[in-house]
Protein backbone atom coordinates (compact mmCIF):
# COMPACT_ATOMS: atom_id res chain seq x y z
CA UNK A 1 0.00 0.00 0.00
CA UNK A 2 1.61 3.39 -0.88
CA UNK A 3 1.31 5.97 1.35
CA UNK A 4 -0.36 9.22 0.33
CA UNK A 5 2.37 12.08 0.08
CA UNK A 6 0.49 14.86 -1.76
CA UNK A 7 -1.02 18.30 -0.51
CA UNK A 8 -4.25 17.81 -1.30
CA UNK A 9 -6.84 20.79 -2.46
CA UNK A 10 -9.99 21.04 -0.92
CA UNK A 11 -10.87 22.97 -3.89
CA UNK A 12 -9.73 20.79 -6.67
CA UNK A 13 -12.45 19.08 -8.65
CA UNK A 14 -12.99 15.76 -11.00
CA UNK A 15 -14.00 16.55 -14.09
CA UNK A 16 -15.24 13.93 -16.58
CA UNK A 17 -16.18 14.65 -20.25
CA UNK A 18 -18.95 11.79 -20.90
CA UNK A 19 -20.07 12.32 -17.09
CA UNK A 20 -21.99 15.80 -18.09
CA UNK A 21 -24.65 13.67 -20.03
CA UNK A 22 -25.48 13.10 -15.88
CA UNK A 23 -24.24 15.40 -14.11
CA UNK A 24 -23.67 18.84 -14.54
CA UNK A 25 -21.36 19.77 -11.52
CA UNK A 26 -17.98 18.87 -10.80
CA UNK A 27 -17.09 16.60 -7.92
CA UNK A 28 -14.77 17.19 -5.27
CA UNK A 29 -11.77 15.50 -5.78
CA UNK A 30 -10.52 14.97 -2.50
CA UNK A 31 -13.45 15.35 -0.38
CA UNK A 32 -16.70 13.10 -0.11
CA UNK A 33 -19.58 14.26 -2.43
CA UNK A 34 -22.60 16.07 -0.14
CA UNK A 35 -25.19 14.03 -2.79
CA UNK A 36 -25.56 11.01 -4.48
CA UNK A 37 -24.78 11.11 -8.52
CA UNK A 38 -26.72 8.24 -10.47
CA UNK A 39 -24.62 4.84 -11.11
CA UNK A 40 -23.90 5.40 -14.75
CA UNK A 41 -22.41 8.88 -14.21
CA UNK A 42 -20.45 7.02 -11.38
CA UNK A 43 -19.18 4.46 -13.62
CA UNK A 44 -18.32 6.73 -16.32
CA UNK A 45 -16.54 9.40 -14.43
CA UNK A 46 -14.25 6.50 -13.10
CA UNK A 47 -13.82 4.72 -16.47
CA UNK A 48 -12.81 7.59 -17.76
CA UNK A 49 -10.04 8.25 -15.35
CA UNK A 50 -8.73 4.68 -15.52
CA UNK A 51 -8.36 5.20 -19.36
CA UNK A 52 -4.78 6.84 -18.30
CA UNK A 53 -3.51 3.80 -16.40
CA UNK A 54 -1.25 1.82 -18.12
CA UNK A 55 -2.74 -1.58 -20.38
CA UNK A 56 -1.39 -4.02 -18.19
CA UNK A 57 -0.50 -6.64 -20.99
CA UNK A 58 2.50 -4.27 -21.85
CA UNK A 59 3.50 -3.71 -18.24
CA UNK A 60 7.08 -5.76 -18.46
CA UNK A 61 7.86 -4.72 -14.89
CA UNK A 62 5.51 -6.86 -13.09
CA UNK A 63 5.80 -10.38 -12.21
CA UNK A 64 1.85 -10.48 -11.50
CA UNK A 65 -0.71 -12.26 -13.22
CA UNK A 66 -2.01 -10.42 -15.79
CA UNK A 67 -4.86 -12.38 -17.53
CA UNK A 68 -6.98 -15.58 -16.89
CA UNK A 69 -9.45 -17.89 -19.05
CA UNK A 70 -12.75 -16.15 -18.99
CA UNK A 71 -14.08 -19.48 -16.66
CA UNK A 72 -12.05 -18.63 -13.93
CA UNK A 73 -13.03 -14.80 -13.91
CA UNK A 74 -16.35 -16.25 -13.28
CA UNK A 75 -15.64 -18.55 -10.22
CA UNK A 76 -14.13 -14.90 -9.21
CA UNK A 77 -16.76 -13.08 -9.79
CA UNK A 78 -19.38 -15.78 -8.43
CA UNK A 79 -16.72 -16.08 -4.94
CA UNK A 80 -15.90 -12.28 -4.31
CA UNK A 81 -18.47 -11.55 -1.64
CA UNK A 82 -16.90 -14.56 0.51
CA UNK A 83 -14.83 -14.02 3.77
CA UNK A 84 -12.09 -16.25 3.51
CA UNK A 85 -12.08 -15.86 7.47
CA UNK A 86 -15.46 -17.19 8.08
CA UNK A 87 -14.39 -21.37 7.80
CA UNK A 88 -17.59 -22.26 9.26
CA UNK A 89 -20.09 -20.49 6.78
CA UNK A 90 -17.62 -21.54 3.21
CA UNK A 91 -16.25 -24.71 4.70
CA UNK A 92 -16.07 -25.49 0.88
CA UNK A 93 -13.38 -22.33 0.13
CA UNK A 94 -11.60 -23.99 3.17
CA UNK A 95 -11.30 -27.26 1.77
CA UNK A 96 -9.82 -25.86 -1.23
CA UNK A 97 -7.20 -23.68 0.09
CA UNK A 98 -6.26 -27.05 2.13
CA UNK A 99 -5.64 -28.89 -1.17
CA UNK A 100 -3.79 -26.06 -2.79
CA UNK A 101 -1.65 -26.54 0.40
CA UNK A 102 -1.10 -30.25 -0.06
CA UNK A 103 -0.39 -29.66 -4.08
CA UNK A 104 1.89 -27.25 -3.42
CA UNK A 105 3.77 -29.06 -0.77
CA UNK A 106 3.83 -32.48 -2.46
CA UNK A 107 5.32 -30.28 -5.24
CA UNK A 108 8.17 -29.29 -2.83
CA UNK A 109 9.06 -32.22 -1.38
CA UNK A 110 7.82 -31.97 2.23
CA UNK A 111 7.90 -34.82 3.85
CA UNK A 112 4.24 -35.57 4.07
CA UNK A 113 2.94 -38.99 4.04
CA UNK A 114 0.19 -40.38 2.41
CA UNK A 115 -2.17 -40.03 5.29
CA UNK A 116 -0.89 -36.95 6.78
CA UNK A 117 -1.83 -33.25 5.80
CA UNK A 118 0.54 -30.84 4.58
CA UNK A 119 1.39 -27.15 7.28
CA UNK A 120 1.10 -23.85 5.33
CA UNK A 121 -1.69 -21.47 4.70
CA UNK A 122 -2.53 -18.97 1.75
CA UNK A 123 -1.30 -15.51 1.94
CA UNK A 124 -2.03 -12.33 0.65
CA UNK A 125 1.10 -12.43 -1.64
CA UNK A 126 4.09 -13.28 -0.30
CA UNK A 127 5.19 -10.65 1.17
CA UNK A 128 2.83 -11.90 4.19
CA UNK A 129 4.00 -15.47 3.61
CA UNK A 130 7.80 -14.20 4.47
CA UNK A 131 6.24 -12.18 7.28
CA UNK A 132 4.72 -15.29 9.23
CA UNK A 133 7.90 -17.62 8.01
CA UNK A 134 10.58 -14.89 9.95
CA UNK A 135 8.01 -14.60 13.03
CA UNK A 136 7.91 -18.61 13.18
CA UNK A 137 11.62 -18.53 12.77
CA UNK A 138 12.05 -15.68 15.67
CA UNK A 139 9.82 -17.42 18.18
CA UNK A 140 11.65 -21.03 17.52
CA UNK A 141 14.90 -19.08 17.92
CA UNK A 142 13.53 -17.74 21.00
CA UNK A 143 12.07 -20.44 22.40
CA UNK A 144 15.53 -22.13 22.08
CA UNK A 145 17.76 -19.59 23.11
CA UNK A 146 15.46 -19.41 26.30
CA UNK A 147 15.78 -23.07 27.31
CA UNK A 148 19.42 -22.63 26.98
CA UNK A 149 19.29 -19.65 29.54
CA UNK A 150 20.91 -17.31 26.67
CA UNK A 151 20.05 -13.77 26.03
CA UNK A 152 16.88 -13.91 23.22
CA UNK A 153 17.09 -9.73 22.30
CA UNK A 154 19.07 -9.10 19.68
CA UNK A 155 18.12 -11.52 16.55
CA UNK A 156 19.40 -11.25 12.96
CA UNK A 157 18.42 -12.87 9.70
CA UNK A 158 21.20 -13.14 6.63
CA UNK A 159 20.28 -12.71 3.22
CA UNK A 160 21.66 -11.45 0.07
CA UNK A 161 21.40 -7.19 -0.93
CA UNK A 162 19.18 -8.01 -3.53
CA UNK A 163 16.23 -9.48 -1.46
CA UNK A 164 12.57 -7.74 -1.92
CA UNK A 165 11.77 -5.21 0.26
CA UNK A 166 9.62 -7.11 2.38
CA UNK A 167 12.59 -8.94 3.68
CA UNK A 168 13.46 -5.17 5.15
CA UNK A 169 9.89 -4.40 6.12
CA UNK A 170 9.78 -7.79 8.17
CA UNK A 171 12.73 -7.11 9.41
CA UNK A 172 11.99 -3.25 10.57
CA UNK A 173 8.70 -4.12 11.89
CA UNK A 174 9.54 -6.93 13.89
CA UNK A 175 12.85 -5.42 15.39
CA UNK A 176 15.08 -8.27 13.44
CA UNK A 177 18.51 -7.24 12.00
CA UNK A 178 19.31 -7.53 8.86
CA UNK A 179 22.53 -8.99 7.72
CA UNK A 180 23.04 -8.29 4.24
CA UNK A 181 25.47 -9.97 1.97
CA UNK A 182 27.03 -7.38 -0.60
CA UNK A 183 26.93 -8.00 -4.08
CA UNK A 184 29.60 -7.56 -6.63
CA UNK A 185 30.17 -6.92 -10.03
CA UNK A 186 29.51 -10.20 -12.03
CA UNK A 187 27.80 -12.08 -9.38
CA UNK A 188 24.00 -10.35 -8.65
CA UNK A 189 23.21 -13.09 -6.20
CA UNK A 190 23.86 -13.65 -2.39
CA UNK A 191 27.21 -15.65 -2.21
CA UNK A 192 26.30 -18.91 0.08
CA UNK A 193 30.17 -19.08 1.60
CA UNK A 194 29.62 -15.08 2.45
CA UNK A 195 26.14 -16.17 4.15
CA UNK A 196 27.66 -18.94 6.02
CA UNK A 197 30.33 -16.42 7.06
CA UNK A 198 28.09 -14.23 8.43
CA UNK A 199 25.89 -16.45 10.66
CA UNK A 200 26.05 -16.39 14.50
CA UNK A 201 24.55 -17.84 17.66
CA UNK A 202 21.55 -14.83 16.91
CA UNK A 203 20.66 -15.74 13.30
CA UNK A 204 17.37 -16.92 13.59
CA UNK A 205 17.79 -18.22 9.82
CA UNK A 206 19.08 -17.56 5.92
CA UNK A 207 16.94 -16.41 3.16
CA UNK A 208 17.78 -17.77 -0.26
CA UNK A 209 16.13 -16.36 -3.09
CA UNK A 210 14.57 -18.74 -6.17
CA UNK A 211 14.48 -16.00 -8.26
CA UNK A 212 15.89 -12.79 -8.05
CA UNK A 213 14.19 -9.55 -8.72
CA UNK A 214 16.68 -7.93 -10.08
CA UNK A 215 18.34 -11.03 -12.88
CA UNK A 216 15.85 -13.90 -12.06
CA UNK A 217 18.63 -15.90 -11.13
CA UNK A 218 18.00 -18.56 -8.65
CA UNK A 219 20.47 -18.93 -5.73
CA UNK A 220 22.45 -22.48 -4.98
CA UNK A 221 20.21 -23.01 -1.95
CA UNK A 222 22.26 -26.69 -2.11
CA UNK A 223 25.62 -25.36 -1.12
CA UNK A 224 24.02 -22.76 1.34
CA UNK A 225 22.86 -26.04 3.15
CA UNK A 226 25.43 -27.84 2.91
CA UNK A 227 27.85 -24.90 4.07
CA UNK A 228 25.39 -24.33 6.75
CA UNK A 229 25.27 -28.20 8.01
CA UNK A 230 28.78 -28.05 8.39
CA UNK A 231 28.88 -24.87 10.41
CA UNK A 232 26.28 -26.17 12.81
CA UNK A 233 27.81 -29.79 13.00
CA UNK A 234 30.69 -27.02 14.24
CA UNK A 235 29.49 -24.66 16.47
CA UNK A 236 26.73 -26.63 18.04
CA UNK A 237 23.96 -24.13 16.78
CA UNK A 238 20.47 -25.23 14.47
CA UNK A 239 20.50 -22.20 12.10
CA UNK A 240 17.62 -23.12 9.73
CA UNK A 241 16.85 -22.19 5.91
CA UNK A 242 13.79 -19.93 4.66
CA UNK A 243 13.31 -20.35 0.22
CA UNK A 244 12.46 -17.27 -0.82
CA UNK A 245 9.84 -18.99 -4.28
CA UNK A 246 7.99 -15.97 -4.76
CA UNK A 247 9.26 -16.35 -8.55
CA UNK A 248 10.49 -19.62 -8.79
CA UNK A 249 8.27 -21.39 -7.28
CA UNK A 250 5.97 -22.53 -10.08
CA UNK A 251 8.99 -22.61 -12.74
CA UNK A 252 11.61 -25.14 -10.87
CA UNK A 253 9.54 -28.23 -10.17
CA UNK A 254 8.52 -27.93 -13.48
CA UNK A 255 11.57 -27.18 -15.63
CA UNK A 256 14.58 -28.09 -13.25
CA UNK A 257 12.61 -30.93 -11.35
CA UNK A 258 16.82 -32.49 -10.63
CA UNK A 259 17.63 -29.09 -8.77
CA UNK A 260 17.79 -29.27 -5.04
CA UNK A 261 16.38 -26.72 -3.95
CA UNK A 262 13.14 -27.49 -1.55
CA UNK A 263 12.51 -29.69 1.49
CA UNK A 264 14.82 -32.37 -0.23
CA UNK A 265 17.44 -29.97 1.92
CA UNK A 266 17.22 -30.96 5.75
CA UNK A 267 17.79 -27.39 6.62
CA UNK A 268 14.54 -25.87 4.71
CA UNK A 269 12.20 -25.96 7.19
CA UNK A 270 9.69 -23.19 5.50
CA UNK A 271 9.28 -21.82 1.52
CA UNK A 272 6.82 -19.01 0.02
CA UNK A 273 5.62 -18.97 -3.31
CA UNK A 274 3.33 -16.17 -4.70
CA UNK A 275 0.39 -17.84 -6.85
CA UNK A 276 -0.26 -14.45 -8.27
CA UNK A 277 3.09 -15.33 -10.13
CA UNK A 278 4.03 -18.15 -12.33
CA UNK A 279 0.97 -19.35 -10.04
CA UNK A 280 -1.03 -17.82 -12.74
CA UNK A 281 -3.75 -16.37 -10.97
CA UNK A 282 -4.52 -12.77 -10.22
CA UNK A 283 -2.80 -10.54 -7.81
CA UNK A 284 -3.48 -11.12 -4.12
CA UNK A 285 -2.67 -14.54 -3.23
CA UNK A 286 0.70 -16.18 -2.20
CA UNK A 287 1.11 -19.28 0.26
CA UNK A 288 3.18 -20.46 3.25
CA UNK A 289 4.38 -24.09 3.61
CA UNK A 290 6.13 -25.27 6.38
CA UNK A 291 8.13 -28.50 6.54
CA UNK A 292 6.52 -30.06 9.36
CA UNK A 293 4.11 -28.77 11.85
CA UNK A 294 7.37 -28.74 14.79
CA UNK A 295 8.88 -25.72 12.27
CA UNK A 296 5.43 -23.75 12.99
CA UNK A 297 5.33 -23.06 16.90
CA UNK A 298 1.89 -23.39 18.06
CA UNK A 299 1.61 -20.31 20.45
CA UNK A 300 1.39 -18.58 16.80
CA UNK A 301 -1.60 -19.86 16.05
CA UNK A 302 -5.12 -18.51 17.45
CA UNK A 303 -8.05 -20.34 18.07
CA UNK A 304 -11.29 -18.82 17.49
CA UNK A 305 -14.58 -19.50 18.02
CA UNK A 306 -17.10 -16.59 17.29
CA UNK A 307 -17.84 -17.18 13.46
CA UNK A 308 -19.61 -20.52 14.37
CA UNK A 309 -17.09 -22.96 15.39
CA UNK A 310 -13.13 -23.50 16.56
CA UNK A 311 -10.73 -22.09 13.32
CA UNK A 312 -7.53 -21.94 13.52
CA UNK A 313 -5.87 -19.13 11.80
CA UNK A 314 -2.17 -17.74 11.24
CA UNK A 315 -2.50 -14.52 9.49
CA UNK A 316 -1.84 -10.77 9.77
CA UNK A 317 -4.67 -9.74 8.45
CA UNK A 318 -7.59 -11.06 9.60
CA UNK A 319 -10.81 -10.53 6.53
CA UNK A 320 -9.76 -11.24 3.31
CA UNK A 321 -11.24 -13.08 -0.24
CA UNK A 322 -12.42 -15.90 -1.15
CA UNK A 323 -12.08 -15.62 -4.78
CA UNK A 324 -8.27 -15.53 -5.18
CA UNK A 325 -7.89 -19.33 -3.45
CA UNK A 326 -10.80 -20.49 -5.81
CA UNK A 327 -8.41 -19.39 -8.88
CA UNK A 328 -5.23 -21.18 -7.26
CA UNK A 329 -6.84 -23.90 -7.13
CA UNK A 330 -8.94 -23.73 -10.29
CA UNK A 331 -5.77 -23.53 -12.46
CA UNK A 332 -4.13 -26.65 -10.56
CA UNK A 333 -7.03 -28.72 -11.55
CA UNK A 334 -7.32 -27.17 -15.00
CA UNK A 335 -3.53 -27.46 -15.83
CA UNK A 336 -1.78 -29.75 -13.87
CA UNK A 337 1.57 -30.61 -13.90
CA UNK A 338 1.79 -30.74 -17.74
CA UNK A 339 -0.28 -27.72 -18.75
CA UNK A 340 2.29 -26.04 -16.11
CA UNK A 341 5.54 -27.31 -17.37
CA UNK A 342 3.59 -26.17 -21.27
CA UNK A 343 3.35 -22.94 -20.36
CA UNK A 344 6.75 -22.20 -18.20
CA UNK A 345 8.36 -23.76 -21.23
CA UNK A 346 6.84 -21.12 -23.63
CA UNK A 347 7.57 -18.48 -21.46
CA UNK A 348 11.06 -19.34 -21.34
CA UNK A 349 11.14 -19.42 -25.17
CA UNK A 350 9.86 -16.82 -25.46
CA UNK A 351 12.60 -15.19 -23.56
CA UNK A 352 14.93 -16.61 -25.39
CA UNK A 353 13.81 -14.98 -28.35
CA UNK A 354 13.66 -11.34 -26.40
CA UNK A 355 17.26 -12.07 -25.26
CA UNK A 356 18.64 -12.61 -28.76
CA UNK A 357 16.86 -9.67 -30.27
CA UNK A 358 18.25 -7.49 -27.70
CA UNK A 359 21.71 -8.71 -28.01
CA UNK A 360 21.33 -8.29 -31.73
CA UNK A 361 21.41 -4.52 -31.14
CA UNK A 362 24.89 -5.09 -30.33
CA UNK A 363 24.43 -2.24 -27.36
CA UNK A 364 23.37 -4.04 -24.36
CA UNK A 365 25.13 -6.74 -22.24
CA UNK A 366 22.40 -9.32 -20.88
CA UNK A 367 22.94 -10.29 -17.19
CA UNK A 368 20.00 -13.11 -16.38
CA UNK A 369 20.90 -16.40 -16.84
CA UNK A 370 19.80 -19.19 -19.01
CA UNK A 371 18.57 -21.46 -15.79
CA UNK A 372 16.06 -19.09 -13.82
CA UNK A 373 13.10 -16.51 -13.94
CA UNK A 374 11.45 -16.28 -17.46
CA UNK A 375 13.15 -12.96 -17.84
CA UNK A 376 15.86 -10.29 -19.87
CA UNK A 377 17.95 -8.11 -17.66
CA UNK A 378 21.00 -6.17 -19.69
CA UNK A 379 22.68 -3.44 -19.19
CA UNK A 380 24.36 -0.70 -21.89
CA UNK A 381 27.61 -1.30 -23.40
CA UNK A 382 28.33 2.27 -23.29
CA UNK A 383 26.52 4.69 -21.23
CA UNK A 384 28.53 7.98 -22.64
CA UNK A 385 25.20 9.06 -24.83
CA UNK A 386 22.67 7.80 -22.92
CA UNK A 387 21.52 5.64 -20.19
CA UNK A 388 19.07 3.01 -19.74
CA UNK A 389 16.76 5.54 -17.64
CA UNK A 390 16.92 7.63 -21.03
CA UNK A 391 15.76 4.18 -23.25
CA UNK A 392 12.95 3.34 -20.60
CA UNK A 393 11.40 7.02 -20.77
CA UNK A 394 11.28 6.30 -24.34
CA UNK A 395 9.95 3.13 -24.66
CA UNK A 396 6.84 4.79 -22.47
CA UNK A 397 5.87 6.25 -25.69
CA UNK A 398 4.92 3.48 -27.11
CA UNK A 399 3.37 1.58 -24.36
CA UNK A 400 5.50 -0.13 -22.67
CA UNK A 401 6.54 -0.01 -19.22
CA UNK A 402 9.90 -1.33 -18.69
CA UNK A 403 11.45 -0.89 -15.72
CA UNK A 404 15.40 0.85 -15.11
CA UNK A 405 17.27 0.60 -11.96
CA UNK A 406 20.37 -0.04 -10.37
CA UNK A 407 21.85 -2.74 -8.60
CA UNK A 408 22.12 -2.85 -4.93
CA UNK A 409 25.66 -2.62 -2.99
CA UNK A 410 27.99 -2.92 -3.55
CA UNK A 411 27.27 -3.43 -7.27
CA UNK A 412 25.04 -0.47 -7.41
CA UNK A 413 26.95 1.49 -10.34
CA UNK A 414 25.39 -0.96 -12.87
CA UNK A 415 22.29 0.18 -14.33
CA UNK A 416 19.77 -2.35 -15.78
CA UNK A 417 16.76 -2.59 -17.60
CA UNK A 418 14.57 -5.76 -16.83
CA UNK A 419 11.76 -8.12 -19.24
CA UNK A 420 9.44 -9.74 -17.59
CA UNK A 421 8.20 -12.47 -19.64
CA UNK A 422 4.57 -13.70 -18.34
CA UNK A 423 2.43 -16.00 -19.88
CA UNK A 424 0.63 -13.07 -21.60
CA UNK A 425 3.93 -11.88 -23.26
CA UNK A 426 4.22 -13.55 -26.70
CA UNK A 427 6.53 -14.01 -29.66
CA UNK A 428 5.04 -11.29 -31.50
CA UNK A 429 5.33 -9.04 -28.31
CA UNK A 430 8.72 -9.75 -28.41
CA UNK A 431 9.85 -9.12 -31.38
CA UNK A 432 8.27 -6.20 -31.58
CA UNK A 433 9.53 -4.87 -28.16
CA UNK A 434 12.88 -5.17 -29.84
CA UNK A 435 11.88 -2.80 -32.91
CA UNK A 436 10.84 -0.31 -30.29
CA UNK A 437 13.90 -0.44 -28.50
CA UNK A 438 15.83 0.13 -31.44
CA UNK A 439 13.88 3.17 -32.31
CA UNK A 440 14.37 4.46 -28.71
CA UNK A 441 18.18 3.50 -29.62
CA UNK A 442 18.01 5.29 -32.65
CA UNK A 443 16.22 8.64 -31.54
CA UNK A 444 18.59 8.93 -28.85
CA UNK A 445 21.82 9.01 -30.68
CA UNK A 446 19.98 11.14 -33.32
CA UNK A 447 19.95 13.26 -29.99
CA UNK A 448 23.25 12.86 -28.73
CA UNK A 449 24.59 13.96 -32.05
CA UNK A 450 22.36 17.30 -31.76
CA UNK A 451 24.30 17.47 -28.48
CA UNK A 452 27.30 17.05 -29.46
CA UNK A 453 26.84 19.66 -32.57
CA UNK A 454 25.37 22.20 -30.32
CA UNK A 455 28.10 21.75 -27.78
CA UNK A 456 30.87 22.34 -30.87
CA UNK A 457 28.65 25.68 -31.77
CA UNK A 458 28.51 26.48 -28.35
CA UNK A 459 31.86 26.05 -27.86
CA UNK A 460 32.91 28.08 -31.00
CA UNK A 461 30.50 30.77 -30.20
CA UNK A 462 32.34 31.17 -26.42
CA UNK A 463 36.00 31.29 -28.18
CA UNK A 464 34.70 33.73 -30.50
CA UNK A 465 33.05 35.76 -27.86
CA UNK A 466 36.54 35.53 -25.71
CA UNK A 467 38.15 36.60 -28.87
CA UNK A 468 36.08 40.39 -28.55
CA UNK A 469 36.76 40.30 -25.14
CA UNK A 470 40.44 40.03 -25.08
CA UNK A 471 40.00 42.48 -27.98
CA UNK A 472 37.90 44.80 -25.70
CA UNK A 473 40.12 44.76 -22.79
CA UNK A 474 43.46 45.84 -25.06
CA UNK A 475 41.60 48.61 -26.56
CA UNK A 476 40.68 50.09 -23.15
CA UNK A 477 44.33 49.03 -21.43
CA UNK A 478 45.86 51.15 -24.76
CA UNK A 479 43.18 53.79 -24.13
CA UNK A 480 43.66 54.17 -20.33
CA UNK A 481 47.44 54.09 -21.05
CA UNK A 482 47.19 56.62 -23.17
CA UNK A 483 45.18 59.29 -21.11
CA UNK A 484 47.11 58.49 -18.20
CA UNK A 485 49.62 59.54 -20.25
CA UNK A 486 47.64 62.89 -21.19
CA UNK A 487 47.02 63.67 -17.84
CA UNK A 488 50.87 63.17 -17.16
CA UNK A 489 51.79 65.26 -19.85
CA UNK A 490 49.35 67.95 -18.94
CA UNK A 491 50.21 67.92 -15.25
Known amino acids: MAITTRVTDSEEHVHSTFGTRYVRDPLPRYKMPEKSIPKDAAYQIINDELMLDGNPRLNLASFVTTWMEP ?5 IMASINKNYVDMDEYPVTTELQNRCVNMIAHLFNAPVGESETAIGVGTVGSSEAIMLAGLAFKRKWQQRRRAQGLPCDKPNMVTGANVQVCWEKFARYFEVELKEVKLREGYYVMDPEKAVEMVDENTICVAAILGSTLT ?66 YAGV ?26 PTFTLNFSKGSSQIIAQYYQFIRLGFEGYRNIIQNCMENARVLKEGIERTGQFEVLSKDVGVPLVAFMLKDTTKHTVFHIAEGLRRFGWIVPAYTMPADAQHIAVLRVVIREDFNRSLAMRLVTDIEKVLGELEVRANRGATKTHVDSDEKLAKKTVEQIQEEVTR ?9 KTIVC
Do not use: M
Open 71 to 75: ECDKL
Open 286 to 311: GWAIWRTKDDLPDDLVFHINYLGADQ
Open 216 to 281: GEFEDVKALNDLLTKKNAETGWDTPIHVDAASGGFIAPFLYPDLEWDFRLPLVKSINVSGHKYGLV
Open 478 to 486: HWKKFVQGR
